[in-house]
T-cell receptor
Framework: SAVISQKPSRDICQRGTSLTIQCQVDSQVTMMFWYRQQPGQSLTLIATANQGSEATYESGFVIDKFPISRPNLTFSTLTVSNMSPEDSSIYLC???????????FGQGTRLTVV | DAKTTQPPSMDCAEGRAANLPCNHSTISGNEYVYWYRQIHSQGPQYIIHGLKNNETNEMASLIITEDRKSSTLILPHATLRDTAVYYCIVRGNTDKLIFGTGTRLQVFP
């Protein structure tokens, strides 16, 4: 199984600022995903992080608000830009290999925007 | 990806079997049924998955109906540590996991 390290684990940020979340995996993986979990809600997929190309965003999410990088097969970042209190959520990184059985999740980044 | 329907909450006595149902009536032939759970303040944890046959591992059993329109996750001897939100997900070729609202399972002493 893959070991995922997310940083920071939590942060409190001022509105209007940006935060970059890092996801590091201990092995090469083909698939990396970013999710958001708002308080008391289920997980919502933000985007698929593609290595060497632009991320693929789900409906309702745009690159200007959530820019994503994936420079190699073990690392990705998600930036939450121009934050507002509505962005207060847990952001989770998930990884897996195409066609294999399971995806693994990091422990998440708990973001509070004040 | 097909959508799933689960009851919002269930209770189970410790030591008893917990049977969590899931409806996925629009599932297509190449889509798998996956189950994950999320214990409070943690990332989701994989439990089990299947295509058409029943599956069993050290955590749970998965029973899929013959028409594949529904399934049941069985925790044979629930413990307090099994208290969590359980998600039934239908996963297709895109490899994406699209989460529904899940079932909040409360195991009581």
């Amino acid at each position: 199984s893959a070991v995922i390290s997310q940083k920071p684990s939590r942060d409190i940020c001022q509105r209007g600022t940006s935060l970059t979340i890092q996801c590091q995996v201990d092995s090469q993986v083909t698939m990396m995903f970013w999710y958001r979990q708002q308080p008391g809600q289920s997980l919502t997929l933000i985007a698929t992080a593609n290595q060497g190309s632009e991320a693929t965003y789900e409906s309702g999410f745009v690159i200007d608000k959530f820019p994503i990088s994936r420079p190699n097969l073990t690392f990705s970042t998600l930036t939450v830009s121009n934050m507002s209190p509505e962005d207060s959520s847990i952001y989770l990184c998930s990884v897996g290999d195409r066609g294999t059985t399971e995806a693994f999740f990091g422990q998440g980044t708990r973001l509070t925007v004040v | 990806d097909a959508k799933t329907t689960q009851p919002p909450s269930m209770d189970c006595a410790e030591g008893r079997a917990a049977n969590l149902p899931c409806n996925h009536s629009t599932i297509s032939g190449n889509e798998y049924v996956y189950w994950y759970r999320q214990i409070h303040s943690q990332g989701p944890q994989y439990i089990i998955h299947g295509l058409k046959n029943n599956e069993t591992n050290e955590m749970a059993s998965l029973i899929i109906t013959e028409d594949r329109k529904s399934s049941t996750l069985i925790l044979p001897h629930a413990t307090l540590r099994d208290t969590a939100v359980y998600y039934c997900i239908v996963r297709g070729n895109t490899d994406k996991l699209i989460f529904g609202t899940g079932t909040r399972l409360q195991v009581f002493p």
